[in-house]
């Protein structure tokens, strides 16, 4: 079993940038994906970033590449976003999720198995 656990949410304005965490308890090995996920009211959940541990590469959203970073301390077993150049669209809960052995290149939530609670990110104009 896998636990995640999102921080570093919080308010800030057009512009301004935000470091979300992703703490992971319980089994995980190389093998595991982590991934970034973010949900508006009314609207599906989408795919913002993941790093694929397999193969050690990126993916991310063409509405945040150039603005997010998506990285992990192993050794912290954390999972980081680095925000930056925030906009207002970019307002919603935001979902760390863990899957086992995840297709490179996938940002689909059926794909990952393991879910935070979330955390909420507000960008005001």
């Known amino acids: 079993e896998v636990h995640l656990v999102e921080s570093g949410g919080g308010s800030v304005q057009a512009g301004g940038s935000l470091r979300l965490s992703c703490a992971v308890s319980?089994?995980?090995?190389?093998?595991?994906?982590m991934a970034w996920f973010r949900q508006v009211p009314g609207k599906e959940r989408e795919g913002v970033a993941a790093?694929?541990?397999?193969?050690?590469?990126?993916s991310y959203a063409d509405s945040v590449k150039g603005r997010f970073l998506i990285f992990q301390d192993n050794a912290a077993k954390t999972l980081y976003l680095q925000m930056d150049s925030l906009t207002p669209e970019d307002t919603a809960m935001y979902y760390c999720?863990?899957?086992?052995?995840?297709?490179?290149?996938?940002?689909?939530?059926?794909?990952?198995?393991?879910w935070g609670r979330g955390t909420q990110v507000t960008v005001s104009s």
């Open positions: 790093i694929y541990n397999g193969v050690r590469s990126t």
């Open positions: 319980g089994y995980t090995d190389s093998r595991y994906s």
């Open positions: 999720a863990a899957a086992f052995l995840v297709k490179p290149g996938s940002l689909l939530p059926s794909d990952f198995s393991y």
